[in-house]
């Protein structure tokens, strides 16, 4: 994403007028002076650390992904800002200028960050490296957003992270600058008055913010959140603001009305945008029929108030802090996304605990240090000199310091410019993990199509008033069950656990695969008619979340009579807590059933999961069948009254 819509001037956005100077920012009338544009520099930063916390952990801020669509509207705010007011005063846009600007403000940091982020990834760990040829030329050709649908890539909960899945968002921005100029000069020249013209590009956020509702699938919603048409209503939203403002009325805010009501929508808007950053959900439809929406214009709110005149909310924003966390928030937002993912690698350590904690923290720092590196030493020189005059710059620096310490650089350049495509040339299609699950889940295929109804391991379900079993029975009927009395079902998580899972259960019969759900659940159990054994584990929910309606369908077709353990899910995907939640309130009420919590088991656990973060390693599907034994024997003792003594068991 490229936060900054206009030029910069002591770290607070300006806009320029053709020949490269600042240009008038807070006032679009004609004959007025330089003025800095106060403030928005400040709402990026707090843009750029929404975004972040969520890519940190995203239990922390649920919706911080929506810090996005901040940057849009304030893109299209100022990139319209510095159209119109060129127009204005010669006449004309000069679209190849300002094409040319975008580059030399885009692309610096970007040539830094796309290499460094792939040799990063190589030492730190292969997997991440899956797909980056693809990743590295939608980054060189701002079409990240479409190659990423094509892939089917989920921004929200991909179980092989995309190494370079922030640059949709730059995508985006760019095919924006590519198109809104000569649209923008269209929409000038064809329409005259200034009421219009707003109307229109009003008009536009609208029928982009419908598609997205239209075309919505909520199991899949990468789809409208990456795509530009269905994505483009901040964008529209911060143009149809600037066009307001360049016109005579410029937006009522000349109004008593608005003077009296001026700081409220102020406030209005910074609760509904703080507050959308907390309760939003990827995984809600609402987010996406009309939140995201709503978060655009009221960052469009916030940003007439703070450029409109001064006020308590643009000196909030104009704090030195948020003023330096904005200049350089597109160097931070490029950097932290493949940081956190290496250092993820390099410091393996899952949520929960101060240890977790260091580790994310770690990851910021590196982001901050390496955004400010970019920043004064890339992205600066480059945006003041130019290409040619910041390359002579750098070659002046080079000799100064002496011949062996230039060769020593020049060595290096060279060195990242053979490496480079030899890791791309040699990334893998696959990673360890999806391997692993392949192979696992061809194997179980194999078991389950050999094998038939154990005698001797089955029980039919009654309901509690059809029981007429003594005492006995029904202690012999909850007791801890036997790998050969127990039925598996699942997802991925459950194919990778399976080795360890027939290692601590000898003569479970497990039937798993990738890419499961909990609507599949029902016909699965059902399928198994009879035969189904006496105790079931029932593991579901890692790529399509909880389904209430599925799980009660499920244990309905099991019956009351047979012991459930059902296993909570774990990932750093913000739906997976109130999944977890979910999944216990469907089952509070089934005495048959114990919910395993692998999810709380990996806390502050190293070295548990494979390179995914989701599925565990081989000592974690150690910790994962552990889990699941103990809740069948807290299941027996809840219903026999009894201790249930676990034996040892030597990990291999």
């Given at each position: ?12 956005a ?21 003025r ?11 843009a ?7 890519h ?12 996005v ?7 299209g ?43 990063l ?99 899949h ?24 403002l ?26 509904v ?105 890339v ?13 002579a ?6 000799r ?59 029980r ?65 159990v ?33 019956g ?14 913000a ?59 807290t ?18």
């Amino acid at each position: 994403m490229e936060p900054h819509g206009g030029g910069e001037r002591g770290g607070v956005a300006t806009v320029r007028r053709p020949g490269g100077e600042p240009a008038a920012a807070g006032d679009l009338t004609p004959g007025d002076g330089p003025r800095r544009l106060a403030g928005l520099d400040g709402l990026r930063a707090l843009a750029v650390v929404a975004v972040v916390v969520f890519h940190l952990d995203p239990t922390w801020l649920p919706g911080g992904f929506l810090g996005v669509d901040v940057f849009f509207v304030v893109s299209g705010f100022l990139i319209t800002t510095l159209l119109v007011r060129e127009h204005r005063e010669t006449g004309r846009v000069d679209l190849r200028a300002f094409w040319a600007r975008r580059a030399r403000r885009l692309l610096p940091a970007l040539l830094l960050v796309v290499p460094s982020a792939v040799l990063l990834a190589r030492l730190a760990e292969g997997d991440l490296l899956v797909g980056v040829g693809r990743q590295v030329l939608g980054a060189l050709t701002f079409t990240s957003n479409w190659l990423e649908i094509g892939a089917g890539s989920d921004y929200f909960a991909s179980t092989s992270p995309v190494l370079l899945a922030n640059l949709w968002s730059l995508a985006v921005e760019e095919q924006f600058y590519l198109l809104w100029p000569p649209a923008l000069l269209l929409l000038l020249l064809l329409v005259a008055r200034p009421s219009p013209r707003v109307a229109v590009v009003g008009a536009l956020a609208a029928a982009s913010a419908l598609a997205m509702a239209w075309r919505l699938d909520p199991e899949h919603p990468t789809r409208v959140y990456y795509g530009t048409d269905t994505h483009a209503m901040g964008l529209m939203v911060g143009a149809a603001l600037a066009l307001a403002l360049a016109s005579p009325a410029r937006a009522g805010t000349r109004s008593a009305g608005w003077a009296r009501h001026r700081r409220l929508v102020g406030a209005v808007a910074l609760v509904v945008l703080l507050g959308s950053f907390v309760v939003a959900d990827e995984r809600s439809a609402l987010t996406f029929r009309g939140g995201i929406l709503l978060v655009s214009l009221a960052t469009a709110a916030l940003v007439l108030v703070v450029v409109e005149r001064p006020g308590r909310l643009r000196a909030l924003l104009e704090v030195p802090a948020a003023r330096w966390v904005g200049s350089r928030s597109y160097g931070i937002y490029l950097w932290h996304w493949p940081v956190v993912l290496v250092v993820g690698r390099d410091l393996p350590v899952a949520p929960g605990g101060t240890e977790y904690v260091l580790t994310r923290l770690w990851a910021v720092l590196v982001t901050l240090a390496a955004a400010d590196l970019s920043y004064r030493f890339v992205e600066t020189p480059v945006r003041r000199r130019g290409v040619r005059g910041a390359f002579a710059g750098l070659t002046r620096r080079l000799r100064a310091v002496g011949t062996r310490r230039a060769r020593v650089a020049w060595a290096v350049v060279a060195t990242v410019a053979v490496a480079v495509p030899v890791v791309l040339l040699t990334a893998p299609e696959r990673s360890s993990v999806e391997e692993s699950l392949v192979v696992r889940e061809a194997a179980l295929s194999r078991q389950t199509a050999s094998a038939g109804p154990t005698p001797g391991g089955t029980r039919p379900s009654a309901a509690p008033s059809a029981r007429t079993s003594t005492p006995a029975a029904d202690t012999a009927a909850w007791a801890m069950p036997s790998g050969a009395e127990i039925d598996g079902f699942g997802d991925s998580m459950l194919v990778g656990a399976s080795d360890a899972m027939e290692y601590w259960f000898d003569g479970i019969r497990l039937d798993a695969r990738s890419n499961r759900r909990w609507s599949q659940a029902p016909s699965l159990v059902e399928n198994r008619g009879p035969g189904l054994r006496r105790a079931v584990v029932l593991a579901f929910g890692t790529n399509f979340g909880t389904d209430e309606k599925a799980i009660a369908a499920t244990l309905d077709a099991i019956g009351p009579d047979r012991m459930v353990v059902i296993v909570t899910v774990h990932g750093r995907y913000a739906r997976a807590e109130s999944d977890n939640r979910r999944l216990r309130s469907a089952v509070a009420r089934r005495d048959n059933v114990q919910v395993a919590d692998w999810d709380a088991a990996l806390a502050g656990t190293r070295g548990m999961l494979q390179s995914d973060d989701i599925h565990p390693s081989i000592r974690g599907a150690h910790l994962y069948s552990s889990t699941v034994r103990q809740a069948f024997a807290t299941l027996s003792e809840r219903h026999t009254g009894r201790k249930v003594t676990l034996p040892a068991v030597r990990i291999p």
